[in-house]
């Protein structure tokens, strides 16, 4: 998987990564099918993201002035 951007975070768990990329751009991606990642969504954070940490169907994502708390059900 490459979105042609500098990537900064991931995260994972349950079968699914989330990497984070500098602009502020979190996708979701299932790695269930061995050798393949598969985009299963993307998140647009309001500015430059700096961590992600994902725990029981929430993603928190740390970025430059604020906090998103994301609920990922899938």
Do not use: C
């Not at 998987?1 to 990537?7: A, T």
């Not at 602009?23 to 985009?39: C, E, I, K, R």
């Amino acid at each position: 998987f490459n979105p042609g951007l500098n990537m900064v975070a991931v995260d994972a768990g349950d079968g699914v990564l989330f990497a984070g990329s500098n602009n502020g751009v979190v996708y979701a991606l299932s790695y269930a099918t061995p050798g393949q990642l598969v985009q299963l969504d993307q998140f647009n954070a309001t500015n430059l993201l700096e961590e992600i940490d994902y725990e029981s169907n929430y993603l928190y994502v740390a970025a430059h002035t604020n906090v998103d708390i994301l609920r990922f059900v899938r």
